[in-house]
Each structure stands twice: as C-alpha cells, then as structure tokens.
C-alpha cells in the first residue's frame, strides 16, 4: 500500500475541529515551552530534570488530571508521569498501571540531551500535552504519559508498553510527539534519509513540487495504526492545509519488501527513535507525530535549540487534532 500512494483520508467533524481549535491557546502553548527551557535528564542535569518534571505534574494536576509518579530502573533509572482521570471517578480503580484500559494514550518525553535546552525536543511535544490536558476534561479513556530516558535508549515508553501488556491493559492507540514543533519555509529546507525517496516516491513528488520546504508534519504508523493515522491526519489536514501532513508507513511494515528492508536498509533506523518504538515492538498500535528532526531542524541536540524557533501555530493544530480523536 505505502511507497505507492499515501492513505486516503477520511471525512471529519470540521466544526468540531473548529471549536477545539480556538480552545487551543498559542500564547500557554509557548509559556510552558520557555518554563523547559533548560537542559534536563537525570544523568546530566538531575536538579533541572526535578524541576521539569513538578512543573508538568502542576500543570496536568491543574488541569484537573491525577498524576501518578512511575519511577523504574530498567536500562537507567528514571520516571514516567501518568495522567488520568482522578482515582474513583467513573468506577476508576485506585492504583491500576495507568488508570484502567485507556482507548488512547499520548505521551510525550521529557529529557533532552546534555547541552540542549530541547525546545523542539521535546518540550514542543510536553507543551502540546500540557495544552491537550487543557482542552480536553479528563476521561477514562484517555492517558497522557510523560516518558523518561528517552534520549537513552527509550527506557520510559518501554518500561510502559512491557507494564501494559503484563497488565492486560492494551490500549487501542498510542500517539507520540516527538519534536512537532519547527517548521521552514525556505527552498531546501527539507533533507531525507538516503534511499527514501526511492522507497516513498508520491511523498518524494509531494516535496519536489514544494522545492523541499521543510512546511509539513508527518505521521509515522504501521498498518494496525492507519485508521488512527489517518484520521488524525484529516484532522491537521483541515486545521493546517493539505500541503502540511505527510504520511509514511514503517518500511519494516510494508509487505513483501518489509523483511529484506529490515535486514538491509539503514533508512529504517529513521522510523524506530522514539517512544512509539517499544510500543510497535509488543503489537499495539502507535503513530508517531514530527517535523522530523535532524532532517530539518539544524537546532537539534544544539544549544539553540530555544523557544523563539518553534512554530507555535503548528503546534496549537496537532493539539487540536489529537484533541478530536479523545472526544469522538
């Protein structure tokens, strides 16, 4: 399917979409990424880390989430933030994994590496789950997570996805934002990984007729994940412009080619860097969300990599997308 054409996208409440739009506040949006502004992660910077992670916990408990602390020691020792609806509401237990057998799970991480103040990576995905918490009343159907260690080895969404499944607690969807928010309007803007083009020629024609400016988002799924995929696409379609969203399927995913491009193809590397990893290792369905990072950003791992660079209106659009996928 993928490599010849991209997904159909399927018709979605527009004037849903709309009104959770103007909910979205651009202004919050970039607050909460400047109060990140720091290099943080446990082994570099513990005290910065410390403070993200109280700021976050203060922002999802304002918003009306309960948030549990998961700190582990598999790989790294860290701390996965849990954010639910509050223990007992709806029948909710006390104590479950991550508040019950959430249909959707977003999540977001929160380290960066040493240096960087990660303004794109990632407090431009932490924002965007702080302003979902906002607009969207907490629910059992719902949970946002905030990983730990990903620029590590992805050792937070890991410890989850393996406490899920242990659990019997498998959500149905898994959405991960990783650096979502740099867009570039210049010709040349966009690099790909070598031989992509090749593998994804439409997407490839798409950027060539747009002189490879770097103006879109892309989604990265496998195919138990395409209709969640594609519907939040359709969603960012109609908030950001069809030019703005992008579509690739896991090459590992893609029938025939899958397996041999497994074994042989260094670009597949590109689609396993973030916490939707772990969650595609154990079969549940996950989608990926980014501006796809090195390839665009020459801020990223950088010491500028600082709010004043982000587009925050992309940002307030992939908030409003995810948002409509909780309350459908």
Avoid at 188 to 198: A, H, K
């Amino acid at each position: 399917m993928f490599g010849a054409s991209e997904p159909r996208l399927p018709t979605v409440p527009t004037a849903h979409l709309d009104d959770l739009r103007g909910r979205v506040d651009v202004a919050r949006l970039r607050m909460d990424v400047e109060r990140l502004d720091e290099p943080r992660g446990r082994p570099h910077a513990p005290e910065a880390m410390e403070r993200a992670e109280r700021y976050v916990t203060a922002q999802l408990e304002a918003a009306g989430w309960a948030v549990r602390r998961r700190p582990f020691a598999v790989g790294l020792a860290g701390v996965n933030l849990l954010a639910t609806a509050p223990p007992g509401r709806d029948g909710l237990p006390v104590g479950a994994v991550a508040g019950g057998p959430a249909r959707l799970i977003v999540g977001a991480h929160l380290d960066t590496v040493p240096g960087s103040p990660g303004a794109d990576d990632n407090a431009s995905g932490v924002a965007a789950l702080l302003e979902l918490a906002r607009v969207v009343p907490p629910t059992p159907d719902v949970t946002l997570a905030v990983f730990d260690q990903e620029e590590t080895g992805l050792h937070g969404s890991r410890v989850l996805a393996k406490e899920l499944v242990a659990a019997d607690r498998r959500p149905s969807g898994v959405i991960v934002f990783e650096c979502i928010g740099y867009t570039a309007a210049a010709p040349g803007s966009q690099r790909l990984p070598p031989g992509l083009d090749l593998l994804y020629r439409g997407q490839a024609r798409r950027m060539r007729s747009r002189e490879f400016r770097g103006e879109w988002t892309i989604i990265l799924y496998r195919q138990d994940a395409r209709t969640l995929a594609t519907t939040f696409g359709a969603g960012l379609a109609h908030l950001a412009g069809r030019p703005a969203v992008m579509f690739a399927r896991d090459p590992i995913d893609l029938p025939l080619l899958g397996p041999v491009l497994g074994r042989l193809a260094p670009l597949v590397r590109d689609f396993a860097r973030s916490d939707h990893k772990p969650f595609w290792d154990l079969g549940i369905p996950a989608i990926q969300v980014t501006d796809t990072a090195n390839f665009r950003n020459p801020h990223y791992h950088q010491p500028t990599d600082t709010p004043e660079t982000l587009d925050y209106d992309r940002i307030a659009d992939i908030v409003a997308a995810t948002a409509a996928l909780t309350t459908t």
